[in-house]
């Protein structure tokens, strides 16, 4: 197979067959780098797509000075599958600040079932405990803040607090990543 700096050069010169061989010696090792980040068959093919589809379109973009191709393409895929979960980051938090203030039952379970429970759970891993307890308690039992404090042994004004911080909390780490995402990334 062709050296991987000639096949973008060729691509560059718009050779579609360099691409074809590109891929082929590249595709497993972008697809399992986006699926170990985002867990998610369809989401890893995604990614590739938009990798490899961002290196036909812009292949000059390589700087040999910088590092390898392999480094290259690993940090494309890390920083497109990453700006995936952040999406899904805004996604979440939103979601769960418009169940706080609407509190309709029938609203709560529409916007919990077209969520994917494990990314709810994998946010909330990263609120402090009592908060976690509160939001999982509310949204994925059904209890009641009341149930809440009891099942905590904590006042109900704290529960309230926990559940109104929690959100805080996913709004600020909503925050953060926008502003890392606009100064990250391999650009």
């Known amino acids: 197979m062709l050296d991987e700096h000639l096949l973008l050069k060729q ?3 718009g050779h579609k067959h ?3 061989l590109f891929y082929q010696k590249f595709h497993r090792y972008v697809f399992q780098i986006a699926l170990k980040i985002l867990s998610n068959r369809e989401e890893a093919e995604d990614i590739c797509h938009d990798v490899f589809l961002e ?3 812009k292949p000059h973009q390589f700087n040999d000075k910088r590092g390898s191709v392999k480094a290259w393409i690993a940090v494309k895929t890390r ?3 990453i700006d995936r979960l ?3 980051s805004d996604v979440l938090a939103n979601k769960l600040e418009d169940i706080l203030t609407n509190s309709s039952p029938a609203a709560d379970e529409f916007v919990l079932k077209s969520m994917e429970s494990n990314e709810l759970r994998a946010a909330l891993k ?3 405990e009592e908060q ?3 939001i999982y308690y509310m949204y994925f039992e059904h ?3 009341r149930e809440i404090a009891l099942k905590m042994d904590r006042p109900l004004g704290s529960v309230k607090s926990f559940v109104r911080y929690g959100l805080q909390h996913l709004r600020k780490q909503k925050s953060l990543l926008r502003w890392i995402g606009s100064n990250g990334g391999d650009k």
């Open 18 to 20: 360099a691409f074809d």
């Open 86 to 88: 952040r999406k899904k």
């Open 143 to 145: 209890f009641t803040q």
């Open 126 to 128: 990263l609120l402090p």
């Open 79 to 81: 920083s497109r599958a």
């Open 11 to 13: 691509m560059a010169d």
């Open 55 to 57: 290196i036909y379109q």
């Open 132 to 134: 976690q307890q509160a």
